[in-house]
Nanobody, 127 residues
């Protein structure tokens, strides 16, 4: 079973930057959809950014222009560069991909969906 392992979260002041990483525990091909979701306390999990097998990206309106999703195609490590962070970006951030046979969650108008999530990495933005 392939697991998704996130890293890079932590505390940061408003206006600062963080880069999250997500590494699959085993090799996976470039054909998978990958992305980032987040969940703040008391709120539902929401899609933040997705990247499909062709490299096309989709973003939540709230992060457009501040966050950039990218993928190292050699290792399939997924990144989320987060700039100009705001306190409302505080949440647990989850890496996601379509690694199982279960139903897909399609968000952000993307051409692909996901059904497997990592354990998450906490991002806390202070004002």
């Amino acid at each position: 079973e392939v697991r998704l392992v996130e890293s890079g979260g932590g505390p940061v002041q408003a206006g600062g930057s963080l880069r999250l990483s997500c590494t699959p525990s085993q090799y996976i091909s470039n054909s998978y959809c990958m992305g980032w979701f987040r969940q703040a306390p008391g709120k539902e999990r929401e899609g933040v950014a997705l990247i499909d097998a062709d490299g096309a990206t989709s973003y939540a309106e709230s992060v457009q222009g501040r966050f950039t999703v990218s993928k190292d195609t050699a290792t399939n490590t997924l990144y989320l560069q987060m700039n100009s962070l705001k306190p409302e970006d505080t949440a647990m951030y989850y890496c996601a991909s379509d690694l199982s046979d279960g139903p897909l969650v399609v968000v952000l108008g993307a051409e692909c969906g996901v059904n497997t999530w990592g354990q998450g990495t906490q991002v806390t933005v202070s004002s």
